[in-house]
Each structure stands twice: as C-alpha cells, then as structure tokens.
C-alpha cells in the first residue's frame, strides 16, 4: 500500500527551499492574492518548483483548501439546507475554494505550468481531484484545454506527459536535431524552425515552460517516449493476451476486447450486413475479427509494421490471401500495406467510401489522430457514417483523460463532426497495478481510469 500523502505545510515547503520560492509557495498556500501578485510581476515565479517536493504554487493554493466535506444528505434530507447551497453543498465545496479560485486564475494569468508533476507525481489538477475540489479541477482542466488548442494551433504540439519525461525529450530533441543537421532528412527550412520556435516562444505565457529550469526531478524521468519512427521499425513480440514491442511497451492487449465489441456496437449499431468498413491498424486483429463477423461488403485494412504483416500473412490468419480471395467484389476486402498517412490519401483518390471507420494506431502523438480527423475522416466517411477511436488519450491521469476529451471534441467540431461520449466501466481487478495482473511482463501501464469514454463521431445537421 503506498503511504497516504501528507498535504500539510511543512511537508510541501521543504527547509532546502530558496527563499524566493518559499516566499511565493507561502503566498499561494495563504491565497493573500495582492501579496502574490506583487511576486508575479516576474512572470517565473508562477511555475516556481519546490526543489525536493515539487510544490509550485498551484499545487500549494489547491492543497491549502484540504479535503472538501462530503455533502451531508442526513441534513439534506432533514431540511437543513438552505435553499440554493444546494450545488455548493453537493460540490462540497466551502469558501476556501472562492480565494483559492483567485489565487489559481491569478497563476494561471501569470503563466503558470497546469501539469507539472509534484514528487508525489501529481498535478495540481490531481490534487484537486483527490481533495474534491470539482471547482479548481475545472480549472486546470481549463487551462490545460486552453494550453493544448494553443500547441495545436502553432502545430507544436505537446504530449500531455505532465511534465515527467521532458529532460528526456529535451536530450532526444538535441540529438535528433544534430542527427537530422548531418543527413539533412529534415525537409522543413531552417528559417521555417526557427519561426516557429519564435513563434511558441511568444505565445500565451500558460503555454510557456519555466524560463528558470528548476532542480526538481519528476518522478518516472526515465520513462522513455515512444516515437513511430523507432516503433515501425522494433520486433514484435505476440503472445496470447497481447502485442508488445522491443521495450516491452504494450501495443495491444486482449483486456481491451470489451472495448473493441462496444466500439464495434456503436459503429454499426444492429450491426446488419453489406457494411464498408475501414479500420487503421491491425494490432491483435481483435476488432477486425469482429467487423470481419458482420459480413461487410467492403472491409480494408491499414497496417503499416512489417511484423504486424507477416503475423496477417502467417498460416492460419484469418486475413490472408484466403480472406481477400473471399471478398464480394475483388479488392473490397484488402489489407493495405504502409502507413495510414500514406494509404488513406490513395484511398481517397480512389473515391472510396465508408460507413464505419476505426483508428487505433500506436505510437503517434496527438497530433496524426487529429489530422485523421481533419483532413481524412470527411473525405472517407459517407453521408450517415460513423466514425470512432481508441480512447487512450491522457488515460494514465484522469486531468488529462478530461483535457483530452474537450480538445479533440473542438478538433471534431472543426471537422464538422459532433461527439458523443458513450462511457463505460473499466473492470481494473487485473489492472490497477504496476507490472501485475495483466501488466505483468508490460513495460508502463497506460490505462489507469474505471471508465472508458467511447466516441461516436457522425456529420453535424
Ligand atoms: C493498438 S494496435 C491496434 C489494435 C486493434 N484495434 C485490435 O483490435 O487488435 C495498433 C496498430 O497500429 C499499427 N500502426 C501504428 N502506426 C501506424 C501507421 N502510421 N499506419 C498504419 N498502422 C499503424 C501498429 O503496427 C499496430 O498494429
């Protein structure tokens, strides 16, 4: 049992602490709003680090309300409550949380980081969440909404890792760029770079690092960052309940089954024959075994690992040669061979259309899923179609689980396509411990969350 986490003072401001730090932790954790602002006039002091517990000031304004109280539904019941505390009393929220308010806008307003990671690995979004204070969740989860349409829009954008791995990524990005420097792969200009980092240098100040690095080590630092590149080309391994790749990251896992039948439901609901299915990577073959089950009369396939390949080529596949021979019409039922963002554009000048779609890729960022959104799913999906996809976006925190969900709902938007969220349980018995149960064997456990919110995607109006 990991130990409970101590939130008192003097467990957050540690005697190492410089002053400058402690003055500005000690601001934020009493909410004297007018003393920390005179602190923020230099802008760095809102993401300052506590160097041995991580405490920035928005951890310390959201930690200083404590626990919210339950609503107490005895007196609810007995007509105590006044009429309209009705929300605030069901919130459980009391009137620490209308100065923390303040204080966490005036952080944020100052450029405050929304997902730095305490030592506790928690953000302050975190810690408001484990305190019950639904207010100053929906804050961070605002700021973090507000932080990632800004990445999105200068095309840069970040992966919502909460700050763990960005020495690392840092160091890759160094040796990438001296890599990329040599072979000129690069076919971006320099002067376009170089625009570019000016550009996110002097966007809004919450979408800003800390100019001053802190000493601070995040918990996990060492945990290294997937990229397709590397995974396209790693081994992989197959056993009976999953997919993993040469680090042992899970690529696919059979716990996710459950999710792929609902996925399948709410693609083709009554799931009648005669259905155009495409579904972007291969994975387990979990969900196309199931679309292959409903006798589409178009059903395409895009893979791109040559592993994935040979396992659909092996003897005894179900979506070999045997299976493409099986189509309606020749070429309506095709594994197509290579990446989506190079096959889906040649699909499209075909002029193919479909009723279902399914994106589940790995290792890709944010990004590819929302130019698969934006620039593909209206040119494939017909008239009436339904589009879905793996979830898993931010599922190793819960604040960015729901961060994610509000961005890709405005990408959608944007595409002309609403959302609706179908939520289901998540059975974590086997799930909820590192290496253990059906972690066992997998290198980090990327789902953390009881729920899964399933998307549906269709055409407005
Ligand atoms: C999570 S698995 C898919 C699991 C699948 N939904 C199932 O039910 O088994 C992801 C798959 O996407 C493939 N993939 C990753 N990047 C890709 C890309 N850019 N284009 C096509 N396939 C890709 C991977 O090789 C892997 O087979």
Same mark, same amino acid.
């Given at each position: ?9 003097? =467990? ?33 002091? /809102?993401?300052?680090? %506590? ?24 007196? /609810? =019941?007995?007509?105590? @409550? ?6 605030? #009393? ?37 810690? @408001? ?13 605002? /700021? ?39 072979? $000129?792969? &690069? ?11 000016? #550009? ?12 001053? +690095?802190?000493?601070?080590? !995040? ?20 056993? =009976?309940?999953?997919?993993?790749? *040469? ?45 292959? =089950? ?11 690992? !040559? ?40 699909? /499209? ?5 479909? %009723? ?21 799913? +209206? *040119? ?21 689980? &729901? ?11 944007? @595409? ?5 969220? #179908?939520?289901?349980?998540?059975? $974590? ?30 055409? $407005?109006?």
């Amino acid at each position: 049992m990991p130990s409970p986490i101590d939130d008192s003072l003097a =467990a957050r401001i540690s005697p190492d602490c410089p002053q400058d730090t402690r003055d500005v932790l000690h601001h934020a954790w009493a909410h004297d709003l007018s003393g920390l602002k005179k602190l923020l006039v230099d802008r760095s002091k /809102a993401s300052a680090q %506590d160097p041995k517990t991580g405490e920035t000031p928005l951890h310390a304004a959201i930690r200083a309300c404590g626990p919210a109280e339950k609503p107490d539904k005895n007196a /609810a =019941a007995a007509g105590e @409550a006044e009429e309209g505390k009705e929300e605030e #009393e069901d919130e459980g929220e009391d009137g620490c949380v209308e100065e923390a308010r303040e204080v966490v806008q005036a952080l944020f307003f100052s450029g405050a980081i929304w997902n730095d990671v305490d030592a506790n690995n928690e953000t302050p979004g975190c810690v @408001a969440y484990r305190l019950g204070r639904k207010t100053l969740y929906n804050m961070c989860v605002d /700021a973090g909404v507000r932080a990632e349409i800004l990445f999105a829009l200068m095309d840069g954008y970040e992966e919502l890792s909460s700050g763990e791995d960005e020495e690392e990524e840092e160091e890759e990005e160094e040796e990438e760029k001296k890599e990329e420097d040599q072979v $000129m792969k &690069d076919d971006k200009q320099p002067a376009e770079e170089e625009k570019e980092q000016k #550009e996110k240098e002097e966007t809004n100040a919450e979408t800003a690092k800390d100019p001053e +690095p802190s000493a601070f080590v !995040p918990p996990d630092v060492d945990e290294k960052q997937v990229t397709s590149k590397e995974y396209l080309e790693s081994d992989l391994t197959y056993d =009976a309940n999953k997919l993993l790749d *040469a680090d042992l990251n899970g690529v696919m896992m059979s716990w996710e089954t459950d999710i792929m039948r609902r996925s399948v439901a709410a693609l083709l609901p009554d799931g009648p024959p005669g259905k155009r299915v495409l579904n972007v990577g291969f994975g387990m073959g979990i969900i196309d075994g199931m679309f292959a =089950a409903l006798k589409p009369s178009r059903h395409h396939i895009i893979e791109a690992h !040559p592993d994935v390949l040979a396992h659909i080529a092996s003897p005894g596949s179900a979506f070999g040669a045997a299976w493409e021979d099986s189509a309606p019409e020749k070429g309506e039922y095709r594994v197509c061979k290579g990446r989506w963002q190079d096959v889906v554009p040649l699909l /499209a000048e075909q002029g193919y259309l479909y %009723d279902a779609i399914y994106f589940d890729t790995f290792g890709e960022d944010y990004s590819q899923l929302r130019t698969f959104i934006m620039e593909w799913v +209206p *040119a494939l999906l017909d008239q009436g179609g339904r589009f879905s996809f793996f979830n898993g976006l931010g599922a190793d925190r819960r604040v960015c689980y &729901d961060v994610y969900t509000r961005v890709v709902e405005m990408h959608c938007a944007d @595409a002309g396509l609403d959302v609706e969220w #179908e939520e289901s349980d998540v059975d $974590m018995a086997e799930l909820d411990k590192d290496g253990q149960g059906e972690w066992e064997g997998v290198r980090r456990r990327y789902w953390t969350l009881d729920k899964y919110r399933l998307p549906i995607c269709t055409f $407005m109006g």
